[in-house]
Nanobody, 125 residues
Framework: QVQLVESGGGLVQAGGSLRLSCAAS????????MGWFRQAPGKERECVAI????????NFADSVKGRFTISRDNAKNTVYLQMNSLKPEDTAVYYC??????????????????WGQGTQVTVSS
């Protein structure tokens, strides 16, 4: 069992930056693909970024490429989402998720096994 706890959300002006953190419990964190998802009111949950267990593979939604980066520190059981040049359309609840299936880098929320409670990000114009 893995528990995930996000932090770092908040209110920021357009053009600003935030860094989200996701702290994981459990000894197997380092073997999991990790993803950051977001969900805005009235919209479906979408995958924002994915990182493999080794950090070699990363992928990003087109809407955030060049602005967001994902990283992880397996020694600290933590994954990060650095968000720069934020836009009002980035406003959403952001969730981290863990996929225990090795070698899979899916953008489908249904393929992730563990989820955090979410952290609100609000970008004002």
């Amino acid at each position: 069992q893995v528990q995930l706890v996000e932090s770092g959300g908040g209110l920021v002006q357009a053009g600003g930056s935030l860094r989200l953190s996701c702290a994981a419990s459990g000894r197997t964190f380092s073997s999991y693909t990790m993803g950051w998802f977001r969900q805005a009111p009235g919209k479906e949950r979408e995958c924002v970024a994915i990182i493999s267990w080794s950090s070699i593979y990363t992928n990003f939604a087109d809407s955030v490429k060049g602005r967001f980066t994902i990283s992880r520190d397996n020694a600290k059981n933590t994954v990060y989402l650095q968000m720069n040049s934020l836009k009002p359309e980035d406003t959403a609840v952001y969730y981290c998720a863990a996929d225990r299936t090795g070698g899979r880098y899916s953008a489908l929320a249904s393929e992730y096994d563990y989820w955090g409670q979410g952290t609100q990000v609000t970008v004002s114009s």
